[in-house]
């Protein structure tokens, strides 16, 4: 189910512009392939984020195809990306992407699990992140987020995707099978950690599949 009113999603996303003609080709093929690239309103809502913080250095965790670390490198022409995937041929798909549109200089893509890679970018020294976009595994985010602030520097923006699990995480009536259950318990535990923690600050917004946009107060550990 969608989680607003689809003619609300059709309306917005009426005024959505892909930034390029590549970004609009990469993003029809993945819809045509079903892979799960960020939502075009939550791409809106990037396009207003970034444009706001100009960071000068993401961390991507989830590549899949490239598509958003391909966006990021397209809507920040100064910024160095750094994206992590753990599924070996998403990765290779991502790589080929990004190697023929000529942005394999600024988008440094890692094959790993997201915990590890961070922790392998910090060990070598790799840090100073100030923007961070968690999209992977959702019964993780609790063990990325740990590993991203530990390279972030203050005042870092970082949003976690698909929060809202099409409005599972809200109610258990959108699970009645509980198939999802544990996914569900963990990501309220996320939220629910995120929104109480003293080093950061959040809000929770319905865009898309429900985005968490938090800022790192820097004091982490
Ligand atoms: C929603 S997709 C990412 C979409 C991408 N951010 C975009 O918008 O173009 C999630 C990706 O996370 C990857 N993933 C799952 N578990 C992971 C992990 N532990 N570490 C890194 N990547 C992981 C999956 O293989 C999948 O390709």
Request: glycine share 6%.
């Amino acid at each position: 189910m969608n989680i607003t009113n689809d003619l609300v999603t059709e309306y917005i996303c009426g005024y959505y512009q892909p930034l390029n003609d590549q970004l609009a080709e990469l993003r029809s093929m993945g819809e045509r392939d079903h892979v799960p690239i960020i939502l075009k309103e939550t791409e809106q809502y990037l396009n207003i984020l970034l444009a706001l913080k100009r960071p000068a250095r993401i961390l991507e965790i989830g590549t899949a195809i490239g598509y958003s670390a391909i966006y990021f490198a397209y809507k920040c022409p100064q910024t160095e990306i750094y994206t992590i995937e753990k599924d070996e041929t998403a990765f290779h798909a991502a790589r080929h992407n990004i190697a023929a549109l000529g942005l394999d200089e600024r988008i440094h893509s890692y094959l790993g699990d997201g915990q590890e890679q961070v922790e392998k970018l910090r060990d070598i020294g790799i840090k100073g992140f100030d923007f961070v976009f968690i999209d992977a595994a959702k019964s993780h985010y609790r063990r990325f987020l740990e590993a991203a602030l530990s390279v972030c520097q203050k005042d870092a923006v970082i949003v976690s995707d698909n929060i809202l699990q099409r409005a599972m995480t809200v109610s258990d009536q959108y699970d009645p099978q509980k198939k999802h259950k544990t996914n569900v318990k963990k990501m309220r535990d996320y939220v629910d950690y995120i929104c109480r923690s003293r080093e950061l600050e959040t809000s929770l917004m319905s865009t898309g599949d429900g985005l968490a946009v938090s800022i790192f107060r820097g004091e982490h550990g």
